[in-house]
């Protein structure tokens, strides 16, 4: 049973920083690809990144390239979405996702290519 847990949100003015990390069990994730979406209140659910555990490709939505990094730990099992510069814009819940047996070379961006989803942690940037 793969378990992914999320920490890291919280309140952050908007300029800070905060970085999530999604601590992932229950199996070995080389063949995996993780990915991070978020959803704000009414809206769906949208990709942020993700990468490839065996290769480390990483790929971003627009919004927040140049501003978000994506990295894992392979030691640690653990998938870290680093957010610098926010935006109030970025506020939402971030849930970390895993895809199992990954094989394409361009990382996951759609909710259905996704096999396991963590509970979400809130991030709240004021303005």
């Known amino acids: 049973q793969v378990q992914l847990v999320e920490s890291g949100g919280g309140l952050v003015q908007a300029g800070g920083s905060l970085r999530l990390s999604c601590a992932a069990s229950?199996?070995?994730?080389?063949?995996?690809?993780m990915g991070w979406f978020r959803q704000a209140p009414g809206k769906e659910r949208e990709f942020v990144a993700a990468?490839?555990?065996?290769?480390?490709?990483?790929y971003y939505t627009d919004s927040v390239k140049g501003r978000f990094t994506i990295s894992r730990d392979n030691a640690k099992n653990t998938v870290y979405l680093q957010m610098n510069s926010l935006k109030p814009e970025d506020t939402a819940v971030y849930y970390c996702?895993?895809?199992?047996?990954?094989?394409?070379?361009?990382?996951?961006?759609?909710?259905?290519?996704?096999?396991?989803w963590g509970q979400g942690t809130q991030v709240t940037v004021s303005s």
């Open positions: 229950g199996r070995t994730f080389s063949t995996y690809a």
């Open positions: 990468v490839i555990w065996s290769s480390g490709s990483r």
């Open positions: 996702a895993a895809a199992q047996n990954y094989i394409n070379k361009v990382p996951p961006r759609l909710n259905g290519e996704y096999d396991y």
